[in-house]
Nanobody, 124 residues
Framework: QAQLVESGGGLVQAGGSLRLSCAAAGLIFNLYTMGWFRQAPGKEREFVAAVRRSGGITRYADSVKGRFTISRDNAKNTVYLQMNSLKPEDTAVYFC?????????????????WGQGTQVTVSS
């Protein structure tokens, strides 16, 4: 069965950078849209970024546009989230997810498989 494993989270000061990775197994990776979502304490899960199958088309939440970059390496079955200029409000558990097809959807219900999440904490 499909498995997604995130890594790269941690504690960073405001203005710093982190790079998250998500390794996929048990699915034909290049047939799936890949997305990143996050959930802060007491808040609902929210969309961060998505990349379509070929990697050439991406979508971002307005709150991260210009600071975060999503990319994928289909040869390595891995999706990345480069996060720059981090702010305390970016603190959350970050989840990667795979969605069948090529939608690049920002809607969580369009994603079938989810990782366990990785904590990102940004101190002020």
């Amino acid at each position: 069965q499909a498995q997604l494993v995130e890594s790269g989270g941690g504690l960073v000061q405001a203005g710093g950078s982190l790079r998250l990775s998500c390794a996929a197994a048990g699915l034909i990776f290049n047939l799936y849209t890949m997305g990143w979502f996050r959930q802060a304490p007491g808040k609902e899960r929210e969309f961060v970024a998505a990349v379509r199958r070929s990697g050439g088309i991406t979508r971002y939440a307005d709150s991260v546009k210009g600071r975060f970059t999503i990319s994928r390496d289909n040869a390595k079955n891995t999706v990345y989230l480069q996060m720059n200029s981090l702010k305390p409000e970016d603190t959350a558990v970050y989840f990667c997810a795979s969605g069948w097809g090529d939608s690049g959807s920002p809607i969580a219900n369009d994603y079938k498989h989810w990782g366990q999440g990785t904590q990102v904490t940004v101190s002020s």
